[in-house]
């Protein structure tokens, strides 16, 4: 299971196809089968097979497996979205899930005196609609803008289905069998329980996990072969560049807010859910007023200043402070622009030496692989720049109000082809890290061709 677990976990982060995520499946698999294979062969097995031939011993297990997944699988949820969108802290998250938690206390014991008088299948049946309503009506209600009491009747609705199905379940798989096989049944019926948490939780932490832009740098260790990329995973969610020229400011507007808008993209960007990664953007960056952002999102005004008050905190929480990202004066920065663009069409890799950190960074999302340290990516780009001059071409632009360059690439037919937007993260001592976007779709959000005639 922990091969399972782990594949979808990581699916949304790894990349579903990428070897880690497809090999922890295929191991899993292999050793799950193994491990049934032996147990049908065991004169004392752990886990007799021969239980599951009985019709209600497994509809009470997988009932059981499926209550328990929906169950911890709600928790995580709301918890996250306490803590997350309505700003709760961990102790007072926990105290509001009390509605919903309490009622295994109260239902429970009652339910289970029931369900020796009625029967297992009306509790299980009822028990589990109910939790399908609370969450139903949760699903419905959930808002930056819901206020508590909204969210109790719903909690006490799924609560009571908990509470109904749980004792109810286990009487029908513990009470399927023969006495002298309750110890056995009620292990397995334990094991299917944790299962179905572990299972619960690992759904919704993917489901978080894929609405997060990635960069590689979060995906794993960096790579130091040049020989060894990793091909592109189009199947994770990359963070991708913001083009300035989308701002609708003039140039010193731009160059005005620089340090803003690379504050709000590295904390929006990376960080929060996504309403308020657009309201943040929208109302911020882009400065359209509450009202439009409202119409665009199909939510109210309050809304809108509810999740931008909320994403401004946790801006202020996660974002670097503008001193981390100090650039050295506009002169210097300028002349070290000019020397990368130069450096970077000639391929002149002992000027680049010169212009890249000790500690710099090239990412290259879509592709996983990325190089951490001068010397690792000094040996990228000897490996994979054309030699020569007049193979490339850099076109300037800016991203995130960071300077960026789009570079070309000459093919057969003499013309230049789109390549990669490189955003560069500037400091004092040089060029502290490259995002290599190999999107050469991005171009036209850039007002760049796709294509460049040679000259």
Known sequence: MLGLVWGVVRGAVAGWGSPEVIGSFVLGSLLLLGFLVWESRAEQPMLPLTFFRNRAFSAGNAASF???AALFGAV???????????????????????????????????????????????????????????????????????????????????????SMAMPATQS???????????????????????????????????????????????????????????GQA??????????????NADPASVVG????????????????PPRQRAVLILRDVLAWQASEVAELLGTSTAAVNSS??????????????????????EPVRRALLDQYATAFEKADLVALEGLLTQDTRWEMPPIPTWFDGRVDVLRLLAAKLPKGEGKRLVVETTANGQPAFALYIRGRDGGFHAHDVQVLTVSKTGISAVLAFHLPALFPAFGLPISRPAD
């Open 66 to 68: 499926f209550l328990t």
């Open 76 to 162: 995580f949820f709301l918890a996250q979205f306490m803590q997350a969108v309505l700003g709760y802290g961990p102790l007072k998250a926990g105290l509001q899930l009390l509605p919903w938690t309490a009622t295994l206390f109260l239902v429970a014991p009652i339910a289970g005196r029931l369900v020796d008088k009625f029967g297992e299948r009306p509790f299980v049946a009822t028990g589990l609609t109910l939790q399908a309503i609370g969450m139903l009506w949760i699903a419905q209600v959930a808002d930056p803008t819901v206020q508590y009491h909204e969210l109790v009747a719903p909690l006490v609705v799924a609560g009571c289905g908990v």
């Open 172 to 230: 029908a798989s513990i009470g399927a069998l023969p006495q002298q096989a309750v110890g056995i049944a009620s292990g397995i019926f334990s094991m299917m329980r944790q299962l179905g948490g572990v299972v619960g939780v690992a759904v919704l932490a993917a489901v978080f996990a894929a609405a997060r832009r990635m960069v590689p740098s979060a995906l794993g260790a960096p790579g130091n072969d040049p020989d060894e990329i990793v």
């Open 234 to 247: 189009p199947e994770v969610s990359w963070l991708e560049p913001f083009p300035d020229l989308l701002l």
């Open 257 to 272: 807010t620089r340090q803003s808008l690379r504050l709000a993209m590295v904390a929006a960007l990376q960080h929060l």
């Open 308 to 329: 931008l008050q909320r994403a401004r905190a946790e801006l202020t929480k996660l974002a670097p402070a503008e001193e981390e990202l100090s650039e050295p004066a």
